[in-house]
T-cell receptor, first 113, second 119 residues
């Protein structure tokens, strides 16, 4: 089975610019997650979707971050405007079953300069 | 809320010697626990999971972990380290208190343990 696809792999932007990341989960996986992993830390959940609805976005900085999952398949995560502290790897994960374990994408490494 | 504590940020072992990566959790419920591995510039890969079945869980690449409720621990072990085991390892607890009406869970990650394998 194909894995979780993410693009781009790397992105370098200047602060105050905007950026978008894309995720395509495993086919049939209803639940999709976006995590932020700052260097030296464990991943932190930003937002969780069930199909095209938001389940949990309590940790998403909504003044600058937004995410959508139109049609319950692909998802995009946007940052506008970016800050230096947004430099991190953004991981997308999906799962098909309750408590089954996630499948992660390779991530997008964002550097804000 | 549930949480996990990985007791060592860095562990170094010689190739061929045993590996022990320690994880303690706090939970008000019967938790589900996972270990993930992350190789440099790669995504996170599931090593093994405990979901209230057998307390000794075997995973991929010769790793295993034992759930000990009395000690609230879920330590990861491997009898003999290989150079390819060098990576970052994350202990994860599944938090049912954050489950939605859809029945999904939120995963709480530890801070990670970086394993170095010496030749």
């Amino acid at each position: 089975e194909a894995g979780v696809a993410q693009s781009p792999r790397y992105k370098i932007i200047e602060k105050r610019q905007s950026v978008a990341f894309w995720c395509n989960p495993i086919s049939g996986h209803a639940t999709l997650y976006w995590y932020q992993q700052i260097l030296g830390q464990g991943p932190k959940l930003l937002i969780q979707f069930q199909n095209n609805g938001v389940v949990d976005d309590s940790q998403l900085p909504k003044d600058r971050f937004s995410a959508e999952r139109l049609k319950g398949v692909d998802s995009t995560l946007k940052i506008q405007p970016a800050k230096l502290e947004d430099s991190a790897v953004y991981l997308c994960a999906s799962t098909s079953r309750r408590n089954y374990g996630y499948t992660f994408g390779s991530g997008t490494r964002l550097t804000v300069v | 809320a549930q949480s996990v504590t990985q007791l060592d940020s860095h562990v170094s072992v010689s190739e061929g010697t045993p590996v022990l990566l320690r994880c303690n959790y706090s939970s008000s419920y019967s938790p589900s626990l996972f270990w993930y591995v992350q190789h440099p510039n790669k995504g996170l890969q599931l090593l093994l999971k405990y979901t209230s079945a057998a307390t000794l869980v075997k995973g991929i690449n010769g790793f295993e972990a034992e759930f000990k409720k009395s000690e609230t621990s879920f330590h990861l072990t491997k009898p003999s380290a290989h150079m390819s085991d060098a990576a970052e390892y994350f202990c994860v607890v599944s938090d049912p208190t954050h489950s939605s009406t859809s029945g999904t869970y939120k995963y709480i990650f530890g801070t990670g343990t970086r394993l170095k394998v010496l030749a």
